[in-house]
């Protein structure tokens, strides 16, 4: 595969701590980054100390990497990499176009969610506010903290123009964060959403103290509903298998950093759902992403009984022990 040249500039749209971590991988490779965050406490941290502290504390940040609260600082010059949370990105999205204007600008989607209102992925949300943009996925088995301290990690980017996306792969492409490409921006997308929910429900068997047992089940029967959604959507096959499918949904259940598994886990151990959301400073994406997961699998006549129960938890319309009776209760049926 014949390279392109990366871009000379990036700008990375939200300071928490994934999108720091991008911001500190590009800032190492020499491109000339900015970061915007919202909060003045962020932005204040980097520039005076090169730290988050607030999202990624502990973790020294390259002394080139500058942060703003001023999305003016958007640039027609730069590409975007994109890393605000789901719920929020149709009015960032569209103030942007509004700051750049028509410009085709390369935007990198790293927000792993389905808008709770229309039940629309993000390329289909920034298809709408910014039609010149031209978006591209980045997806797969990622924890901020690993990527920021150089350790290896892979994911999938996709992107349907195969020049702008041989672009990022050279932009954010380094010997410990290897980015394979791919144009399947819907199996990469929805990948990213409904492991958030199948980890919160990993999250309550660790709570409740059923087993590795259950939650290996629970993986390999989410991943089955996962599949069906993501036919039913036109997702590629070699996408829902590979990192940003199969991968990102094997590290998200399977690890206490999981911010959705967390959540799960307190829940599973008793506690309401809106105590733990409001105590919370990160964003539980999956939390948001559950119904509009299930608005999904109604419109597209998808059977997903694992990610139903999620929703109806999160909704707090039922209990854990009422979903999981009804779970265990189901029919048995040939796999």
């Not at 991988?25 to 970061?35: D, E, N, Y």
């Amino acid at each position: 595969m014949s390279a392109e040249p990366a871009f000379s500039s990036v700008m990375v749209v939200g300071g928490g701590a994934w999108g720091t971590a991008l911001a500190s991988l590009t800032a190492r490779s020499g491109i000339k980054t900015i970061l915007w965050a919202r909060e003045e406490s962020v932005v204040s941290s980097i520039n005076s100390s090169h730290v988050n502290e607030p999202f990624l504390p502990g973790i020294t940040l390259p002394g080139s990497l500058l942060a703003t609260s001023d999305l003016g600082q958007a640039s027609e010059k730069a590409a975007l990499v994109f890393v605000v949370p789901a719920q929020f990105a149709r009015t960032i999205l569209a103030e942007m176009n509004q700051l750049i204007g028509m410009t085709s600008v390369p935007v990198a989607l790293c927000s792993k969610g389905i808008e709770r209102d229309t039940g629309k992925l993000m390329s289909q949300v920034i298809n709408e506010v910014w039609p010149s943009a031209i978006p591209a996925v980045l997806s797969g088995p990622s924890f901020a903290a690993d990527v920021a301290n150089g350790l290896p990690t892979a994911v999938t980017l996709a992107c349907e123009n195969e020049v702008i996306g041989k672009q990022w792969l050279e932009t954010i492409g380094c010997p410990h964060f290897r980015p394979y490409l791919s144009d399947d921006l819907v199996g990469a997308e929805l990948g990213g959403a409904v492991k958030n929910v199948l980890a919160i429900a990993c999250g309550i068997v660790e709570g409740k103290g059923l087993g590795e047992s259950a939650r290996a089940a629970l993986m390999a029967r989410g991943f089955a509903e996962f599949q069906r959604l993501g036919v039913a959507l036109g997702a590629q096959p070699q996408t829902m298998a590979g990192l940003s499918g199969l991968g990102d949904l094997i590290l998200t259940c399977s690890s206490r950093q999981s911010r959705n598994m967390s959540l799960g886990l307190e829940i599973g151990q008793g506690r309401l759902v809106s105590d733990v959301l409001r105590e919370r400073k990160t964003v539980s994406e999956g939390a948001a992403t559950a119904e509009p997961v299930m608005k999904l699998a109604r419109a597209n006549g998808v059977e997903m009984p694992i990610c139903s129960a999620i929703a109806d938890i999160v909704a707090e319309s039922t209990d854990v022990d009422s979903a999981m009776q009804a779970l265990l209760t189901r029919p048995l049926r040939e796999e």
